[in-house]
């Protein structure tokens, strides 16, 4: 019976001969958070496996999860990479190891990697070279092949991070748990996942650099109601606070962090004032360093703001920035009476229909549903960089993982035909404060 552990401290010279002997590629070299495992039988090795941190980004990977840039930085520990696997067997002596070996890791790793790193993983992730294997065994253990890399290493020897190796891989996924895409979107992940759900994201924005240069230019118009000597600029202090509400945070603490996690270039960018040589002592930091602002000067601002001179300003924005920003498109059905109907996507702006079907049913079992019809609608558009917005009927995970699928994002509303989202969205808005101070 097949059994798998922690590699031991004292089996390292080991496992690595092993690895070369047995490996094309020879032995592992891995940094970050590495975990290597032996599976053995009776005390006989007979696999060796390498798992380590998933990598940063990947197209295919992330639209299956449904990953904003932001999201995808604050919880990319939650997925794991297979960095090496290694039968120690000569090629069909031993039928079956590989994938009985794969089902055995992915059932103990999340236990593993927790008693190793504190928290448990969602989603294991692999490559295979076409050239050299099929991944046939990963098949066969349950793993779904999501397409190829564009055949790019990362790298920090050359001035590219990422360099062409003209080799593109199969890339695999394995999800750790029932559900896993949607807990790595969710807001209330599991206890023992939390941990690993707090990485940096550090110097990720929502936009594109220019969109956020834009933004910024046009904060600097809003009248400032502060004092003259303020340190920051109105204009860097509501630049922060919009990205910020972009980026998913509901409380000045939340946006202060996006704020800390800004590199010296996008704190440039902003505008944000650098240190003194007696503050910059004093924080021990070069003076030519960019501050980032506190919790109790965004409060001061937002105290004192004109609320229609920001909303002004940013109408203004949104109006000049139309058409290069996300498309707003509404996905809706009409129907006479419950005999025939049309279920459409349309743009917002212009009413202009992008997509339509017919159906013959608002709701029920049918194929012709408006539900089902909705689904196969978006099936085959491509909704990068769009916002579908849904009535309550649409509020479904599958419709939501359809648009996702196709580069969209999703704003659905909630009503009581799902009990228990709308509970988890009323208890969400009640333990968070609004970001907008009540005038007195």
């Known amino acids: 019976m097949l059994k798998i552990r922690k590699m031991c401290e004292g089996e390292r010279a080991r496992f690595g001969e092993l690895e070369g002997e047995y490996h094309y590629m020879g032995e592992t070299h891995s940094g970050g958070d590495t975990l290597r495992l032996v599976v053995e039988e009776e005390g006989v090795w007979k696999a060796l496996m390498v798992w380590g941190s998933a990598c940063y980004r990947l197209k295919d990977r992330d639209e299956w999860i449904g990953?904003?840039?932001?999201?995808?930085?604050?919880?990319?520990?939650?997925?794991?990479?297979?960095?090496?696997?290694?039968?120690?067997?000569?090629?069909?002596?031993?039928?079956?190891?590989?994938?009985?070996?794969?089902?055995?890791?992915?059932?103990?790793?999340?236990?593993?990697?927790?008693?190793?790193?504190?928290?448990?993983?969602l989603l294991a992730e692999t490559f295979c070279d076409m050239e050299v294997s099929a991944g046939t065994c990963y098949r066969a253990a349950g793993w779904t092949p999501l397409g190829t890399t564009k055949g790019f290493s990362r790298t920090r020897q050359s001035r590219d991070f990422y360099v062409a190796n003209d080799r593109p891989k199969a890339l695999w996924i394995k999800p750790l748990r029932k559900d896993a895409a949607g807990l790595l979107l969710s807001t209330a992940l599991p206890r023992e996942c939390v941990k690993g759900a707090r990485s940096d994201a550090w110097g990720v924005l929502p936009m594109k650099d220019a969109a956020c240069e834009s933004l910024h230019e046009a904060l600097c118009r809003v009248p400032d109601p502060r004092e003259s000597n303020a340190s920051f600029h109105i204009g860097s202090l509501l630049a922060i606070l919009a990205m910020g509400v972009m980026a998913g945070h509901r409380d000045l603490a939340g946006i202060v962090r996006l704020g800390n996690r800004l590199t010296q270039k996008q704190r440039v960018m902003l505008g944000l004032p650098r240190y003194g040589k007696r503050a910059a002592r004093a924080a021990e930091v070069a003076s030519n360093y960019r501050k980032a602002p506190s919790v109790s000067a965004m409060r001061n601002l937002l105290q004192q703001l004109d609320p229609d001179a920001l909303a002004h300003v940013l109408g203004e924005w949104l109006r000049a920035n139309e058409g290069c920003l996300p498309r707003q498109l509404a996905m809706d059905g009409k129907f006479i009476g419950e005999v025939v109907g049309i279920v459409s996507l349309s743009?917002?702006?212009?009413?202009?229909?992008?997509?339509?079907?017919?159906?013959?049913?608002?709701?029920?079992?049918?194929?012709?549903?408006?539900?089902?019809?909705?689904?196969?609608?978006?099936?085959?558009?491509?909704?990068?960089?769009?916002?579908?917005?849904?009535?309550?009927?649409?509020?479904?995970?599958?419709?939501?993982?359809?648009?996702?699928?196709?580069?969209g994002e999703v704003l659905v509303q909630v009503k009581a035909n799902q009990k228990g989202a709308l509970a988890t969205c009323k208890a969400i808005s009640a333990s968070r404060p609004p970001l907008l101070p009540r005038r007195r």
């Not at 039928?95 to 990697?113: K, Q, V």
């Not at 099936?379 to 993982?401: F, I, K, M, P």
């Open 67 to 121: 990953w904003t840039p932001s999201a995808r930085a604050e919880r990319q520990k939650l997925v794991v990479q297979n960095r090496r696997f290694t039968i120690l067997a000569r090629k069909g002596s031993e039928p079956n190891l590989a994938s009985r070996a794969l089902a055995l890791s992915t059932r103990d790793l999340p236990c593993l990697w927790r008693e190793a790193f504190g928290y448990e993983p």
């Open 347 to 407: 743009d917002v702006e212009t009413g202009v229909p992008l997509a339509m079907a017919v159906a013959s049913e608002k709701k029920g079992e049918g194929e012709r549903c408006e539900l089902l019809v909705a689904r196969r609608l978006v099936r085959g558009l491509d909704l990068t960089g769009a916002v579908v917005s849904c009535d309550a009927l649409h509020c479904q995970n599958e419709t939501s993982r359809e648009i996702v699928g196709v580069g």
